[in-house]
């Protein structure tokens, strides 16, 4: 006799856990006592949800179960930097990252394992798309991350979320949208959608749409050059959306006061890194409330083509955007020793 799957209460909203809790013939109260559980005391063990009877937790148990991603490997880098490799329930592994700065902490989750967008300078993309994360494995990530680190939530360092590891995000449009509602609510895991970054590489009418979803996050673009030609070469996605469509949905997206656009750019020697390019992205970006990242190429060997300029060459450009007013910070490699780009631990995992 073939086992019967049992339902993963992780990644079930209030309304989903009130309905299954009716289910069981139970008042929707239980529901609540159960979402705290998981989503703000991190406990995933339903024996040990000790505001529950235990005849209740037996009949629970019987057709569901709390099943987060599992801590398959763990790389610890000098500068504090920690980066996961986890597995899913059904084996297939992701990577998250958990960055400890002076007054933030900042987790860098995924949404899909490997993804479909092919950009040629990303290691996920050499996986091409294995299949998009449930709400639950995404959600999941933050909450095994906070459980291995331990809660030092206390004011004084903040914690951010960044959706920026393997996959992109918008092409997991529901499953994704589901998981912000799950990270920023109040009665669970409390997360501020201000502090909540999601990184894309331009689906716009999934762009559009997210600016109608209940939580709205911060965004960041990942533009990567400063022509059309050059980024359809870098990244297949423009030939579907360019540049106008993608600055102009940007432009148009409604951003809570206060809150800034940021734009990626990731630097390649001799592809996009010119002072010439410095030059075209300002007058794409120029009079806008932006911030720009620039991001020095993390280079792999899988890689083909590409390469890190050198220093000199990034401050050169940073120094053209700055001189027209421009904010540019070159992101500080964190983890450097331990890594390079997204996607690189699974990727060589499956090497193996
Ligand atoms: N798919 C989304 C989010 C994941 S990628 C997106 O593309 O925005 C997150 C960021 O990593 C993107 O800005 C991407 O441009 C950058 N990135 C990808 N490969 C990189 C590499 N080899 N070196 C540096 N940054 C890289
Ligand atoms: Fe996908 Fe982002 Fe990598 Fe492009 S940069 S392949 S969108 S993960």
Redesign the pocket.
Known sequence: MLMEEKTNLLGLSLTELETAVIGLGERPFRARQIYRSIYRRRQFEIGEMTDLAKDFKQRLTSQFTVAPPQVARVFQSHDGTRRYLLTLTDGQAIESVYIPEARRRTICI??QVG?A?G?T?????TMGLVRHLQAGEIVGQVLMILNDVGETRDGSTRLNVV?????????NYDQTVKALALMADVRGMNISPKRIT?????VVPALKKLAEEPVVPNL???L?ASSNAQRAAL?PINHRWNLQELLQTCRDFPLPPGRRITF???LIAGVNDTIADAHRLTKLLGGQRVKV?L??????PR?NG?A?PAGDRILAFQRVLADHHLTAMIRRPRGLDIS????QLVARQQEH
């Open positions: 995924s949404t993804c967008m950009c300078f990303c290691v996920t993309a959706l920026m590891g393997m996959g992109e995000p918008l092409h999601l990184s894309t590489s331009g960041a673009i990942s990567n990244m990626e750019y990731v990242n991001i020095p190429l993390n280079w792999d890689l590409v890190t390079a780009a997204c996607g």
